[in-house]
T-cell receptor, first 115, second 115 residues
Framework: AQKVTQAQTEISVVEKEDVTLDCVYETRDTTYYLFWYKQPPSGELVFLIRRNSFDEQNEISGRYSWNFQKSTSSFNFTITASQVVDSAVYFC????????????FGTGTSLTVIP | AAGVIQSPRHLIKEKRETATLKCYPI?????VYWYQQGPGQDPQFLIS???????DKGSIPDRFSAQQFSDYHSELNMSSLELGDSALYFC??????????????FGPGTRLTVL
C-alpha cells in the first residue's frame, strides 16, 4: 500500500498564479518526518523542507509555504506567484523511525508553469 | 559544501552484463541509502548501510548486492542486467542513523541504460 499519496499527477498553471500540491500520508508511528523534494528535468533531487510529526507549525520560505495537518494526515505545498523555473516534478516523502529511516516517496506531481 | 558524489553519472550496458555504481557520502556521514527511480516513477528504496553494516533492505533484486567500505563509500553491484534495470539510481547519505529527522542528502544520481 502506498504510504504517501500525491493525487495530482500533473498540474499546469500560468506564470504568477498560485498553486497547491497535495500530499496525504499514512503511518502508525507517532514519530515520523515529512519532506518535499523538487526534481527538475536534469534529474537531481533538490531538498525543499523537512517537518517532524511534533511540529505542526506552518512554514513559509519565500514563495514557498507548507501546511501540515495531522488531523487529516496532509502536508500540502503551495507556491505563490509561480515562475517558469518552478516547472519540475515534486515529491512528498515520509520517513518513519521504526522503518530504519528509509524514505517512502509519493508518485510525484509534475508541475508545468506556462509563461 | 561537499555533497554526495556518485559515479559514473551515466552508464550504458548490454543485457546480462554487470555494472558497479559508486557512492561517496558527505564527509562524516555514516549512513548510506540506495534508491532506484524507473522512468516516470518515484524513487524506490533498495538498501541502506550504517557504519559499514547493512541496516535495512527494500525491494532490491537478488541480482544486486551492495556494501559499504571502511571509508564509508558504498558500491552497488548489479549482475545479469535486464532491460527493466534501466533507471536513475540515487545514493543518499545522512549523519545520524538513530534520528529520522536528519535529512537525507541525495547525490545527483547515476543514469543506467540497459540495451
Amino acid at each position: 500500500a502506498q504510504k504517501v499519496t500525491q493525487a495530482q499527477t500533473e498540474i499546469s498553471v500560468v506564470e504568477k498564479e498560485d498553486v497547491t500540491l497535495d500530499c496525504v500520508y499514512e503511518t502508525r508511528d507517532t514519530t515520523y518526518y515529512l519532506f518535499w523534494y523538487k526534481q527538475p528535468p536534469s534529474g537531481e533531487l533538490v531538498f525543499l523542507i523537512r517537518r517532524n510529526s511534533f511540529d505542526e507549525q506552518n512554514e513559509i520560505s519565500g514563495r514557498y509555504s507548507w501546511n501540515f495537518q495531522k488531523s487529516t494526515s496532509s502536508f500540502n505545498f503551495t507556491i505563490t506567484a509561480s515562475q517558469v523555473v518552478d516547472s519540475a516534478v515534486y515529491f512528498c516523502a515520509l520517513s518513519e523511525v521504526r522503518s530504519g529511516n528509509q524514505f517512502y516517496f509519493g508518485t510525484g506531481t509534475s508541475l508545468t508553469v506556462i509563461p | 559544501a561537499a555533497g554526495v558524489i556518485q559515479s559514473p553519472r551515466h552508464l550504458i550496458k548490454e543485457k546480462r552484463e554487470t555494472a558497479t555504481l559508486k557512492c561517496y557520502p558527505i564527509p562524516r556521514h555514516d549512513t548510506v541509502y540506495w534508491y532506484q527511480q524507473g522512468p516516470g516513477q518515484d524513487p524506490q528504496f533498495l538498501i541502506s548501510f550504517y557504519e559499514k553494516m547493512q541496516s535495512d533492505k527494500g525491494s532490491i533484486p537478488d541480482r544486486f548486492s551492495a556494501q559499504q567500505f571502511s571509508d564509508y563509500h558504498s558500491e552497488l553491484n548489479m549482475s545479469s542486467l535486464e532491460l527493466g534495470d534501466s533507471a536513475l539510481y540515487f545514493c543518499a547519505s545522512s549523519s545520524d542513523f538513530s534520528s529520522s529527522y536528519n535529512e537525507q542528502f541525495f547525490g545527483p544520481g547515476t543514469r543506467l541504460t540497459v540495451l
